[in-house]
Each structure stands twice: as structure tokens, then as C-alpha cells.
């Protein structure tokens, strides 16, 4: 007989090599599938064994598939009456098309007219199609003009091994023959061969890895579970074969318990635990895992002769780097053992020091991903910083350096805030010129919790690409470390120009939609998701690091907030407030807290108003005297211009640049467009006014030539206005006040 065992890509040498390893005849493989030979038994026992194959298939014929009218014959041409017994049920399972036969759906419906004429002629029955369960399914694969044709023995692919209990909701775990062959790579089965082997399982998830190693561990066939197999309906069927190599599964299972297995996991994430326990019950194993660090993890695997390191790192997409960070430091701690590692770069390399032994290239989901292997070595010792006295992985030794420098910038930023009573601020600004991120800590008021933000600034041209992103893979993984915050608390921003202008990206209705919804039946403001609450000088504010580029408050402006505050109580008259690209109103909220009486908050971005106009309710500031208007801050202000209304403070934070479709004018450029702005902004004054105008802009210049002819006044106020902690850099931002002197 012959048949083929079908795999995903990448894993065809490794089932190749389990097959042979049941002593199974003929083994070769191609692409996509093994091919072997030998008879029915040899067949069950790859259903029933194999952790690798996706399907094991009977190949009953190839036939000429060149267009429809070939197809329908050569299907008819199979004797289906000796493999679908009376009152039977059958499916088509069809692969593949050619320059006739277009459509897999076309496909499996002249497959199927072929089989039903066959068997009305034979027997003058019609039999029935059922999709669901059916009782033999025929496979039909296309390849150019030829089409095989089988039976498939499973009857559903392998890798639904009947363990799976996630709760509803949970992420989706890694696919068991991906495990198995994470584990094949790193020859687990060596390991296990004589019992009391050792798995350090780096970030398990959901727990498949955990269950596929057990199982070999414990030489539990992974089909025990399993109620249905694509045979027991098939005509064909050699039930005393298959009850026999059953038999011989539980015996081996029986005596297979006996066996030690250590087990260790280094995964700190909420309901890791709970899911891998869940997952290890519900096959069977009783096995418990035993969670812990990194290095103590790395210790045991260190002292054991049979242990082996596996990790999947596939889940972390390139947006996720905190998360890969976490992941490569511990895997980092253990440098130097054996290891097998699931992943969609080549960072694993960095991080363990080594070259792959073997590198076997697959796809997760719509990702190239590859699996790599590491032999145990002597490595010396891993490459670490020392963190509170505990080690944390790295891939550049020179991260020593910025582990300490922050740890000491930390420690005296600390004492600063608390004598300042600041709890959102700058911990780190480019210290280290390799090190050029800047770092920023937020706690949280009514939401606890501390979050880090990360921003990379762009590295110089003749700086290594993968170098700088090796250290930054390192600043993520000290960090959080130093600042005692949880990696998933880590945002990462990188600091590019978005088209459109940076604070307005990502201004799709879905968050706030949400939002509303969560909110219909909540007296309080609500909260949208992702996001938290900070207090900064006495008021509560809304952050969010996951929604935008910009979490929502803009550090830097600590000073000129509270300079809003101050000169608002100071302010006589109607105490009227403009805020032009206000963004989410933090500056309002100020001058409200100052007194005003009335206050104007204008943006282009309807989402950022909405956030402004919850940070104004937030903190009590929620009557019709608080205005809100969505339009071009450019023309409104040259239409207020021609009104009556007046303010007596103006705050006109502008972006460096901006191209919004919605602007009148085609792009504002903060260098050419200043002046016309600032005198806009001068003639909406009240007769003892003043503006603050404030800019990003490291070299900007103001055109007080331009301005003075406009009888408008500049004084500059940035020294005043820089915050402690943005002390390093004193360019953060530009501040002047606007006076009208004609």
C-alpha cells in the first residue's frame, strides 16, 4: 500500500524521521508530506503516534485531472463501492487548482457527482454527503494536470489532539505540531529516551509545548484522546489491527507514568499558570510545572545532563518589542544550553550567543517563522547586567553601562518627585549617546499601576541598523527591570513623522464607539479602553500608550501648565481662555482650575476633543461655559479675527508640521508659517491679553522682524518653562508670551 503523510512546510525532514522511527517502510520525504509504505497497521500507527503529520492519507489513485470532463471520469473509474459500505456518509477534502479547474469548491463538487454516479449505478442507492462527520472523506489533490486520490485515515487533521480547554476568550494556544516539532528540533525525544529528562519551557502561554513534552516524556501516544478516526467508517477498516496498536498505546502510557520528568517555566504573564495546569489536566498528565525565574531555571537546566530549553517567541509580532525584549533576556539567562527556539528573526542567536545547529524554515499564521536549534555548550556565563542584585539577560555586554547609569538617574529622579510631588516625569533622556531613548514613568491615581514609555530617537546613518536595535532590545529589558514595571506595562514609540501630522494618526471611531457603549448606563466619565488616570498639580488626566503615537500629556509642559494656572488667577476681567491645537485639553483644565470663567478648546481632531472634553468632566469642569470646537485652528483663528470675541489667555502649542486633508490650506509648516499665526493669535487678545506660544521645533526661530512690523511682542520664557527632569535637554521645546503693543 502506499500512503502519504501530509505536514506543514518546514516540517518534512523531522517527520520523516518519526516515521522511521516507528520502523515504518519506505519513508521519503517531499514537499509538504512524507511518503511510506507497508500496510494498514503501519498507517494506524502514524495516526496514532505521529505528533508531526497533518493527515495520514491511503492513496488510492492518480488520475488525469487536465479539465473538468477528466476529472469526473478518473474519480468515477475508482471502485468506491469497496470503500463506502451501504448507508454510509462521505466528504470531499480537495487541494489545489490549474488552468481548467480554477476553483478547490468546483473541484470537490465534480468529485463528489463522481462517486454518487458511481455507487447509484452499482447499487441503485444515492449515498449522502455529510460535511460535518462524515464516515469516509475522500482527499482530492491537484497538482498541474494529475490529481490524487485518497482516503483519509484521520478523518480530521492530527493536530487536534482533544486537549485544548482555553476558556472562552483566551489567546489562541500554540498548534500542538508546532510544539512537536519545536521539540523534535531540539531532539527531546534523546533526552527522554531514558527517562527523568529536563524541560525549561521559556514563555509556554497556553501551554501546548508543555503538553507535547510531557506526553513524549511520559510515551503517551498523542492520539489517545481522540474519539473519532476517519477509518472506523471506511469499508476497508482492519479493526483488530487498530484495537490491537490501541492496546499497546495504553500499556505504554500505563507504564510511561512511572517516568520522571522535571518541568520549568519562566512566564510571569496573568493566567499562564492556570492555562498550562489546565491544559496539562485535561490531557491526562500529572505533571505539575514549576514556575520561576530565568536563572533559577538556567540552574537547573545547567546541572542536568538531558535537559533541553524551548521557547516560542513566534506570538511577539514586531510591534511587541517590550514583550520580545522580556522574552530574548531570559532566554539570554540561559546561554549555553541545549535549546530549540520558534521565532520570526534571528535575535534568538544574539541572545544565546551561538549559531543554530540546525534552522528548519516555516510559517506561522501569514509569517515566515523559523525553527532553530542550539547544541548545549560550554558557553561560560551568560551575558548580564546585575539589576537589584539580580541578573537580567542581554545581547550587547556594553548594556552594563546604561543598566547603571539608569539605575542612578532613577534613584535621583525619584527623590526629586517626591519632593516636588510629581509622579508622572522623565527618567531618562539619551544619557548614553548609544543609548538614545528617551524614558518616561507614569503612575496611576485611580487606576493603580506604574507604565513605562520608551522613545527611540533616530539612530545616526553610520550606526549598525541590527546593532541599534540589539541595544534597544536591552533598554527594554532593563527598564522595566530598574523602574519595577511588568514588560506588558512597557509601550514602545518610535520617533518618526507621520503623514499627517504625529498627534493625529490613528483617528478611527472604533475606541471611542467602544467607549460609548461601555459608558451608557455609567454616571462617572467613562474610561475608554487601554486607557488610565494620572494626576499631575492636583488634576486628573486620561493616558493611554496603546491607543495613539502621543499618550495624551505632554511631560514637557509641566511648568507651562502650571504657569497657565497661575497667570489665569491673576487675570481680571471676563477671565476668558483659548486653547488653539489643544490636543486633550490638559492645559484648559489648568486654566480652569484657575478661575476661568469661560474657556475655548479647538482642534482639528474630533477623538482629541472628545479626550479633552472627559479630562475637563474628570475633574469637574463640565458646564455650557466650557466650549469645544472641531475645526482648522489656522482659518478659525483668521475668522475670529473678524468677530468680537476676545480672550484674555491664550495657549497655542503647535505642531512642528501638519497636512491634514481637512486643512483649508494644503500644509503648516511651523518655521515658515509662525509669524501669520502669532499675529492671528495677538489680534484675538483682549487689551491686556497675553498668548503663550510654544513650538517643538528644536532650531526654531521666531521672526520678530516680521512680528514687530505686526506690533506684536515676543518674550522668551523657555528657560522658565523647562522642567526639571527634561533638564538634559533644554531644546524640548520653545515658549514665549504674545503681547499686542499696537
Keep these: 500500500m502506499e500512503f502519504v503523510a501530509t505536514c506543514p ?58 479539465d473538468s470532463d477528466a476529472l469526473y471520469e478518473g474519480v468515477r473509474g475508482i471502485a468506491w463501492e469497496d470503500h463506502v459500505a451501504p448507508g454510509a456518509t462521505f466528504a ?35 449515498p449522502m454527503v455529510d460535511t460535518h462527520a462524515p464516515d469516509v472523506t475522500v482527499s482530492v489533490r491537484l497538482s498541474r494536470t494529475r490529481a490524487t486520490v485518497s482516503i483519509d485515515l484521520g478523518g480530521e487533521p492530527l493536530f487536534r489532539r482533544g486537549y485544548d480547554s482555553r476558556p472562552s476568550g483566551a489567546a489562541a494556544p500554540l498548534r ?48 489517545l484522546l481522540r474519539t473519532r478516526w476517519g477509518f472506523e467508517g ?20 500505563d507504564a510511561g507514568a512511572a517516568r520522571g520528568l522535571e518541568m520549568r517555566c519562566v512566564d510571569d504573564r496573568p493566567g499562564v499558570r492556570s492555562a498550562c495546569l489546565r491544559a496539562l489536566r485535561s490531557c491526562g498528565v500529572t505533571v505539575t510545572p514549576v514556575f520561576c525565574s530565568a536563572p533559577k531555571a538556567a540552574a537547573v537546566a545547567c546541572g542536568a545532563d538531558d535537559a533541553l530549553v524551548v521557547a516560542d517567541l513566534s506570538w511577539i509580532s514586531a510591534d511587541e518589542l517590550p514583550a520580545q525584549a522580556a522574552a530574548l533576556s531570559d532566554l539570554g539567562a540561559l546561554a549555553g544550553c541545549a535549546a530549540s527556539v520558534l521565532a520570526l528573526d534571528t535575535t534568538p542567536d544574539h541572545a544565546l550567543r551561538a549559531e543554530p545547529a540546525s534552522v528548519a524554515d516555516v510559517i506561522v499564521g501569514r509569517d515566515d517563522a523559523t525553527i532553530r536549534s542550539y547544541e548545549a555548550a560550554e558557553a561560560g556565563a551568560p551575558v548580564t547586567v546585575s539589576v537589584a542584585g539580580a541578573p537580567v539577560g542581554v545581547l550587547v555586554p556594553a548594556s552594563d553601562q546604561f543598566a547603571a547609569r539608569l539605575a542612578k538617574v532613577a534613584r535621583l529622579r525619584r527623590k526629586w518627585a517626591r519632593r516636588e510631588d510629581v509622579t508622572c516625569y522623565r527618567v ?55 523602574l519595577d514595571v511588568g514588560p506588558r506595562d512597557v509601550s514602545l514609540r518610535v520617533r518618526t513623522r507621520a503623514r499627517g501630522g504625529s498627534q493625529y494618526s490613528e483617528e478611527g471611531s472604533a475606541a471611542d464607539a467602544r467607549m460609548r457603549r461601555q459608558s451608557r448606563d455609567d454616571r462617572r466619565v467613562p474610561l475608554p479602553v487601554g486607557a488610565h488616570l494620572v494626576d499631575e498639580g492636583g488634576l486628573t488626566f486620561e493616558v493611554n500608550f496603546s491607543a495613539r503615537l502621543d499618550c495624551g500629556i505632554f511631560l514637557d509642559h509641566r511648568e507651562t501648565r502650571a504657569r497657565i494656572r497661575e497667570m489665569m488667577k ?87 508640521f501638519s497636512n491634514s486633508a481637512r486643512m483649508r490650506k494644503s500644509s503648516f509648516d511651523v518655521q515658515r508659517d509662525h509669524a501669520e499665526l502669532v499675529i492671528g493669535v495677538s489680534r484675538l487678545l483682549t487689551r491686556d491679553g497675553v498668548g503663550i506660544f510654544s513650538c517643538n521645533l528644536r532650531d526654531f526661530r521666531p521672526d520678530l522682524e516680521t512680528l514687530g512690523r505686526a506690533g506684536v511682542e515676543l518674550e522668551d520664557i523657555t528657560a522658565e518653562t523647562i522642567p526639571e527632569d527634561f533638564s538634559r535637554n533644554r531644546r524640548i521645546h520653545h515658549a514665549y508670551l504674545v503681547r499686542r503693543v499696537r
Design 234 to 253: 471506511w469499508a476497508d477498516h482492519d479493526a483488530a489491527a487498530w484495537e490491537a496498536l490501541l492496546a499497546e498505546a495504553h500499556e505504554r502510557a
Design 9 to 66: 512546510k518546514g516540517f518534512e525532514r523531522l517527520l520523516a524521521d518519526e516515521l522511521s522511527s516507528m520502523r515504518v517502510p519506505q519513508v521519503r520525504p517531499l514537499s509538504g508530506r512524507v511518503s511510506f509504505g507497508g500496510g494498514l497497521a503501519d498507517a494506524y500507527r502514524a495516526c496514532l503516534w505521529s505528533r508531526l503529520a497533518s493527515r495520514v492519507l491511503l492513496t488510492l489513485a492518480r488520475i488525469d485531472a487536465a
Design 176 to 223: 500542538p505540531d508546532y510544539a512537536a516539532a519545536v521539540l523534535a528540533a531540539g531532539a527531546w525525544w534523546r533526552a527522554v529516551r531514558h527517562g527523568d529528562a529536563t524541560l525549561v519551557a521559556l514563555w509556554p502561554g497556553q501551554g501546548s509545548l508543555l503538553v507535547e513534552a510531557a506526553c513524549e516524556a511520559l510515551d503517551r501516544a498523542p492520539g
Design 570 to 656: 491673576r487675570t481680571t476681567g471676563s477671565k476668558r481662555f483659548l486653547n488653539l491645537f489643544a490636543y486633550t485639553g490638559t492645559a484648559t483644565c489648568y486654566a480652569a482650575d484657575g478661575g476661568a470663567l469661560h474657556t475655548t478648546t479647538v482642534d482639528l481632531s474630533r477623538p482629541s476633543l472628545e479626550w479633552a472634553r472627559r479630562n475637563m468632566e474628570r475633574n469637574g469642569f463640565d458646564g455650557p461655559e466650557h466650549e469645544y470646537v472641531q475645526d482648522d485652528v489656522l482659518a478659525w483663528v483668521d475668522d475670529q479675527r473678524h468677530s468680537r470675541n476676545r480672550w484674555d489667555l491664550v495657549f497655542c502649542d503647535v505642531p512642528t
Design 92 to 126: 470531499i477534502d480537495a487541494h489545489g487548482v490549474n488552468d481548467q479547474l480554477r476553483n478547490s469548491q468546483f473541484v470537490a463538487l465534480r468529485a463528489k457527482d463522481a462517486i454518487v454516479d458511481r455507487l447509484v449505478a452499482a447499487r441503485g442507492v444515492r
Design 428 to 482: 531618562y533622556d539619551a544619557d548614553l549617546p548609544d543609548y538614545a531613548v528617551s524614558i518616561d514613568l507614569f503612575e496611576g491615581s485611580e487606576t493603580p499601576g506604574r507604565w513605562l514609555q520608551v522613545s527611540e530617537y533616530a539612530a545616526p546613518r553610520d550606526v549598525d541598523p541590527e546593532l541599534a536595535r540589539r541595544r534597544l532590545v536591552d533598554v527594554l529589558a532593563i527598564a522595566p527591570k530598574v
